[in-house]
């Protein structure tokens, strides 16, 4: 269960994705502060060990797929490297021709003893399974990825 000050902290997270109109974290962060501050804001935010993210992503889920008002959704899974530093595996849902992230998952870049050991489908299970939390049993979802060769079978 979150506390008060996570409570308010995912509302102002949820707000400054709506006021910049952007998921991306400069973006975001920049809504709330400027300057060289906006670096190190987000990093602290998605290196907070302390911060219950599982719980996070089920309510942020939960919200956005209510603020959508659809029991259909098209759900995009894409993998991204910034700079060749991090690396991240998002999951998001389709709105407008964007892509509003969900949940993710961030670790090293071209760093193999870095890569989460669950390797690349297990990574996407389990978001999708924190995503799949938030939602209600009526909502039927589309899931779009790409160049996710393991997940078809051989033969």
Excluded at 94 to 99: I, K, M, Y
Aim: hydrophobic share 45%; with cysteine.
């Amino acid at each position: 269960m979150l506390n008060s000050w996570q409570v308010a902290n995912v509302g102002l997270f949820r707000y400054e994705v709506i006021q910049a109109e952007s998921c991306q974290q400069e973006a975001v962060a920049r809504q709330v502060i400027c300057g060289e501050r906006v670096a190190s804001a987000a990093r602290w935010y998605l290196d907070n060990q302390g911060f219950p993210l599982a719980e996070f992503f089920e309510g942020w889920s939960r919200w956005v797929a209510s603020a959508l008002g659809s029991k259909q959704l098209t759900l995009l899974v894409d993998e991204t490297k910034v700079r060749d530093q991090i690396g991240t595996m998002v999951v998001g849902v389709a709105w407008e021709g964007r892509g509003i992230a969900l949940a993710w998952r961030s670790y090293r870049a071209n760093d193999a003893a870095e890569y989460p050991a669950e390797g690349q489908v297990g990574m996407i299970e389990g978001l999708l399974k924190l995503v799949k939390a938030g939602l209600t049993d009526d909502t039927q979802v589309l899931v779009l990825a790409e160049h996710l060769t393991s997940l078809v079978p051989s033969g």
